[in-house]
Each structure stands twice: as C-alpha cells, then as structure tokens.
Nanobody, 119 residues
Framework: QVQLVESGGGLVQAGGSLRLSCAASGRTHSSYFMNWFRQAPGKQREFVAAISTGGGNTYYADFVKGRFTISLDSGKNTVYLQMNSLKPEDTAVYYC????????????WGQGTLVTVSS
C-alpha cells in the first residue's frame, strides 16, 4: 500500500503563486511516476503534470507549460507542484496520483487539496 498526502492548497489572487506538496509513504517502488490532476466544479478530472522519480523526466499539460513546475525531493519522497501566474480558471481540487510506469493504472490517489484563484 502507498499513502499520498497533499498539502499547500488555499486561496490566492490571480497572478499569485502556490506550491502544492504530495508526500508518498508506505511501499513505494524504487522508481515510479507521480502525477498531478485537477478537477474543477462541474468538469472532468484532467491531467496537469507528471514526473518520473527514476529519471526525473517531466510532462506537462499545454495549459500549464511555462507557469507550473513539477519537482521531486527524493529524500523526502515528496513531489511538488509550483504554480505561478495563477488564473481563476486554475481553480480546482488538485490530486496527486501514483503510477508504477507510464501507461499503467493510477493505483493510488491522494485526498485532494483545494486551490481557489480569485479574480
């Protein structure tokens, strides 16, 4: 079992920044992919970013490129999502999701953290 705990959400004005954290614990693999998804009210969950804990490769949805950065602190088994230049349309619940490899199922999800961007 793997446990994921997100933190760092909150209320911020448009143009501001937030940093989300996703701490993994339990029986994590030596390398895995950590993903961030988000779900806005009334909308489907969508992919935001991912990082390979093995090689450090990163992947982003087009709508966050240049604004969000995903990173890893392997010593803490924690993945971060630095979000800059936030827009009201970034308002959503953000979830991290654990994936053994690209294309595999998302075996574990965090509880989500709410990000609200005011205009």
């Amino acid at each position: 079992q793997v446990q994921l705990v997100e933190s760092g959400g909150g209320l911020v004005q448009a143009g501001g920044s937030l940093r989300l954290s996703c701490a993994a614990s339990g029986r994590t693999h030596s390398s895995y992919f950590m993903n961030w998804f988000r779900q806005a009210p009334g909308k489907q969950r969508e992919f935001v970013a991912a990082i390979s804990t093995g090689g450090g490769n990163t992947y982003y949805a087009d709508f966050v490129k240049g604004r969000f950065t995903i990173s890893l602190d392997s010593g803490k088994n924690t993945v971060y999502l630095q979000m800059n230049s936030l827009k009201p349309e970034d308002t959503a619940v953000y979830y991290c999701a654990y994936q053994v490899r690209i294309g595999a199922a998302f075996d574990y999800w965090g509880q989500g953290t709410l990000v609200t961007v005011s205009s």
